[in-house]
């Protein structure tokens, strides 16, 4: 199984800029990979949202709440998935977790796109303040 873990969270004030890692145990170019994300005060067994996704051809999906602010890139040599989040809003605030699919192809963001995943990492929290 892999391992996933994240890093690169923080507080930033809004309008700033987080670049998250998400470094895995092993071989991730053939695999789907994404970050998802959970909202502070979240009930327990409420759904991960989906942020982004990349498929082992490297197309990529974002959240509508997302779109032209973040971006998804790889570097399949040191298995590591990158998150690029810019012009963060308060509404970011959350923690973020790296998710492992062992299939080539990514479901869609949508509210189910969780169950979908296999491994995930422990999170890291991102904090943005006006």
């Known amino acids: 199984a892999e391992q996933l873990v994240e890093s690169g969270g923080g507080s930033v004030q809004a309008g700033g800029s987080l670049l998250l890692a998400c470094t895995a145990s092993?071989?991730?170019?053939?695999?789907?990979m994404a970050w998802f994300r959970q909202f502070p005060g979240t009930l327990p067994g409420t759904r991960r949202e989906?942020?982004?996704?990349?498929?082992?051809?490297?197309?990529?999906n974002f959240a509508d709440s997302v779109k032209g602010r973040f971006t998804v890139s790889i570097d399949n040599a040191k298995h590591i998935l990158y998150l690029q989040m810019s012009n963060l809003k308060m509404e970011d605030t959350a923690m973020y977790y790296c998710?492992?699919?062992?299939?080539?192809?990514?479901?869609?963001?949508?509210?189910?796109?969780?169950?979908?995943?296999?491994?995930w990492g422990r999170g890291t929290q991102v904090s943005v303040s006006f």
């Open positions: 092993g071989d991730v170019s053939t695999a789907c």
């Open positions: 989906a942020v982004a996704m990349r498929n082992s051809g490297g197309v990529t």
């Open positions: 998710a492992f699919r062992s299939r080539r192809n990514c479901p869609g963001v949508g509210s189910v796109a969780e169950q979908y995943f296999h491994e």
